[in-house]
């Protein structure tokens, strides 16, 4: 009996080169790269968690923590050096959103209808919690400071680069807090089942799926501005609601899977570990990319985008005090998510300062 699988859609990817080098419609360009990708990131995290396994517990969770975004890293890049930089914040935005309440919400709910109570450490997801309401006050302050109407573009660039190494230097020391001097605390009960492949497999892997996530990152943001002309949503949905989830599919299914076996601590450290480098790591390292390549990016979000992550932050960490959660917090966290997708749906790009 045959069982479906998420590699299947490995077959996007001939499938998008095949239309990309027939000139076909950008549209279809852009949706079947959308799709190649997910099965892609897919790899790339599995190849990433073999060579973790191989590295040892504390080795491997820096690696993890590094390199667990790297598809959305890759895209990012592409973005920038394209000029899309609201389509780049706006994914990052999404990204953040996405994990903590699209995808925690269907973990929690999911796990919920098998499992009366969903247990979790409320110690590490109140760590978590705090470093992303810190991402939070970094999102604010530079927002506020713009509207003073005051500035000047060289101020703005400085404040952006202060605030991203801040956050790099911040995200650096909760990694050495969770992954060396305090390890013990944080560490997910996750059954250690091995490496999946060996470590030469590994690597191989992990550089042939992230060179060919480049190559469908770049036809998909080659085909990004005729979509969007074709489809007529705004750069700021696209981003956040179809770019942002891209990258993570692979990574959302697991952590409603871990949910599922009753394993809540291992779904919580994926969520609020991938929201947090997201927020602390990538978005700020994409600041520094885009001064090297000339395209510079500064690290000031609309009033919307940062509404809609603080807000985010809370639920969750109102929901996570208690180490314990069910099936109803999971659908509130869902019907939140809805409510932002249609509110974001009918708003246009935001003014630029």
């Known amino acids: 009996m045959f069982r479906p699988n998420l590699y299947w859609l490995l ?11 027939a000139h076909g419609s950008p549209l279809l360009v852009f949706v079947t790269c959308a799709i190649a990708i997910v099965p892609l ?48 914040k706006a994914s990052l935005i999404g990204s953040i959103i996405g ?28 760590l978590q919690t705090a470093s992303l309401l810190l991402a939070v006050l970094a999102l604010v302050m530079p927002a506020i400071f713009v ?6 573009g060289t101020e703005r ?18 990694l050495i807090y969770t992954q060396i001097t305090h390890a013990h605390l944080f560490r997910a009960a996750e059954a250690d089942e091995g490496p999946e ?44 609601f179809v770019v942002a989830v891209i990258g993570n599919a692979a ?19 994926i969520v609020f570990g991938s929201s947090a480098q997201i927020a602390m790591f990538v978005a700020p390292l994409l600041i520094f990319v885009s001064l090297i390549i000339s395209r510079p ?29 069910n099936w109803l917090e999971g659908l509130q966290l869902l019907g939140a998510y809805v409510i932002m997708a249609i509110s974001f749906f009918f708003v246009g790009s935001p003014p630029a300062h």
Do not use: C
């Open 297 to 325: 990016m500064d690290f000031v979000f609309s009033p919307f985008e940062i509404a809609a992550v603080g807000l985010s932050t809370i639920i969750v960490g109102l929901i996570s005090l208690d180490g314990r959660s």
């Open 41 to 88: 990131a897919g790899l790339v995290g599995r190849s990433t968690g073999s060579i973790a396994a191989h590295s040892g517990p504390r080795v491997g969770g820096l690696l993890n923590a590094t390199f667990g975004n790297l598809t959305e890293m890759i895209i990012g890049v592409l973005l920038v050096a394209a000029g899309e930089v609201e389509v780049v």
């Open 157 to 174: 660039e400085i404040v952006s680069v202060v605030v991203a190494g801040v956050l790099i230097l911040l995200y650096v020391a909760t």
């Open 99 to 126: 994990n903590l309440v699209l995808v925690l919400g269907a973990s929690l709910f999911i796990g919920g209808l098998r499992h009366k109570e969903l247990r979790f450490s409320a110690r590490s997801a109140g």
């Open 147 to 152: 509207s003073t109407d005051r500035t000047t």
């Open 11 to 21: 077959v996007f990817v001939p499938v998008s080169l095949a239309i990309d080098l």
């Open 251 to 269: 990574e959302h299914a697991s952590a409603v899977g871990f949910a599922w076996k009753n394993q809540a601590d291992v779904t919580m450290e």
């Open 197 to 240: 492949w060996g470590r030469r497999q590994a690597l191989l892997i992990l550089l042939a799926s992230g060179a060919v996530v480049g190559l469908e990152s770049e036809l998909l943001v080659v085909s990004l501005e005729p979509t969007i002309a074709a489809v007529g949503f705004t750069k700021v949905f696209v981003g956040i």
